[in-house]
């Protein structure tokens, strides 16, 4: 009866962390769906591989970010009045520096991935790799 007790416990307990973690990462995400003329829809890629117009199931999800929770320094231009990329850099680092980075490793070791791509940490520096 301990055995069951206890499993029956963690399948609970596991089972309200997923979903407590997936609302409060999702908490400000919208999903809207992609318009009929986006420009994926039109491509010739697309018209080739989808011969018979089948419809598509495919959405975008969108996180607002307010302006002030976005660091200045990111948003700097430079002397020509250009933006930087310091931004998207920040995006990406944030992206693939954390546990993103630990999927290209594992595809990397397996023989899948190119050995001389960009990798990017947590700092938002990169280097060939």
């Not at 999903?31 to 018979?52: E, Q």
């Amino acid at each position: 009866m301990g055995l069951l007790r206890t499993s029956l416990a963690i399948t609970g307990y596991g089972s309200l962390a997923t979903v407590a973690g997936f609302t409060a990462m999702t908490w400000n995400s919208r999903v809207l769906p992609i318009p009929a003329g986006d420009y994926i829809f039109n491509h010739t890629l697309y018209a080739r591989y989808n011969p018979n117009n089948a419809p598509a199931s495919q959405d975008i999800c969108v996180r607002q970010v307010p302006l002030g929770k976005i660091r200045p320094e990111l948003l700097e231009k430079n002397r020509k009045g250009e933006e930087t990329g310091k931004l998207v850099e920040a995006f990406c680092a944030g992206i693939w520096g954390g546990v993103g980075k630990c999927y290209v490793l594992r595809l990397e070791e397996g023989g899948g991935g190119g050995g001389g791509r960009v990798r990017w940490d947590a700092r938002g520096e990169y280097g060939r790799g």
